[in-house]
């Protein structure tokens, strides 16, 4: 699986915007707060704090956010990691929300890459992609792997019978979720030989407070051990990197400041995931997930 391999050469190398300062995230008042808070029926993660329903994100509109151009209201175009890595998310979203999770290593312990995603809840979340995953999760028989359902509902199956597992427009339908959350708007852009619809941002407030949220992690709370770690945080930072898009919620950082949170964003990904889904603590299928993106 090409897309998921692509990320485990190393970091992406820093693009020359070092003379924006750190104004921009200054200005945002936000103090880092999550930007979930479970619904009725979610079993909630122990370190969530909630915040007001219209800012309410998930993981997947979290990532896009990152990887979204203010202005153009539009992904890169050479940015091929960006579906699967959303499909993750969505796993990982499911897994905190007490939907899903792996089943158990059993006698011979198995890898995390070798055991099976099983439903735990079939209720509701009250989204409409997590709800299309979480059904074709439920309803296949036998269970896939972290890493199958990636590619199942990424649409990378040679397997033309299981080509109704991938999930469409995914990228267009977070940003629909987006504008009406008022955080994008909705535009069409000419170019050239076609019309494109593209989703500026409009509330700078709430992108800025999640590019706050991922340099603290790594720069002023900073824990230096990921079970100490916010698990949605946690879960971000290494989405957005197997999304190539953790670069954008650096950029604005001195050099200095640059190098420190690089140097620990390395720290968590040279860690390693059989090892750390056996601590207290901790979320099996979180792991998991990070082993398929850096195995």
Request: charged share 30%; proline share 3%.
């Amino acid at each position: 699986m090409s897309t998921l391999t692509q990320r485990s050469s190393g970091l992406v190398q820093r693009r020359t915007e070092a003379s924006r300062s750190a104004a921009a995230a200054d200005r945002d008042r936000g103090s880092g707060d999550e930007d979930y808070e479970p619904r009725r029926g979610d079993e909630p993660d122990e370190d969530d704090t909630g915040d007001s329903k219209e800012t309410r994100l998930t993981l997947m509109e979290e990532v896009l956010l990152l990887g979204l151009k203010d202005r153009e209201g539009y992904t890169s175009f050479w940015n091929d990691c960006i579906s699967s890595g959303l499909r993750g998310c969505m796993l990982i979203e499911l897994a905190l929300r007490g939907r899903l999770q792996l089943e158990a290593c059993g006698m011979r312990r198995k890898s995390l890459l070798a055991r099976k995603v099983i439903c735990k809840s079939d209720a509701p979340t009250g989204d409409v992609l997590l709800d299309e995953a979480l059904k074709h999760i439920k309803d296949t028989q036998p269970p896939e792997t972290v890493q199958s359902w990636i590619e199942l509902l990424s649409g990378e199956t040679w397997n033309p019978l299981k080509l109704h597992y991938q999930l469409r427009n995914v990228r267009e339908r977070l940003a629909k979720n987006l504008v009406e959350k008022g955080v994008l708007t909705t535009e069409k852009q000419n170019f050239l030989l076609f019309d494109m619809t593209t989703h500026p941002l409009t509330n700078n407030n709430i992108k800025q407070r999640i590019i706050k949220k991922v340099q603290e992690a790594v720069l002023d709370k900073w824990v230096n051990d990921p079970h100490r770690m916010d698990k949605r945080i946690l879960a971000l930072i290494f989405l957005a990197h197997s999304s190539d898009v953790l670069e954008n919620a650096f950029a604005p950082l001195l050099d200095d400041q640059y190098d420190l949170a690089m140097k620990r964003v390395r720290q968590l990904l040279d860690l390693e995931p059989e090892g750390e889904s056996m601590k207290n603590n901790t979320n099996d299928l979180l792991w998991a997930v990070v082993a398929a993106f850096t195995k």
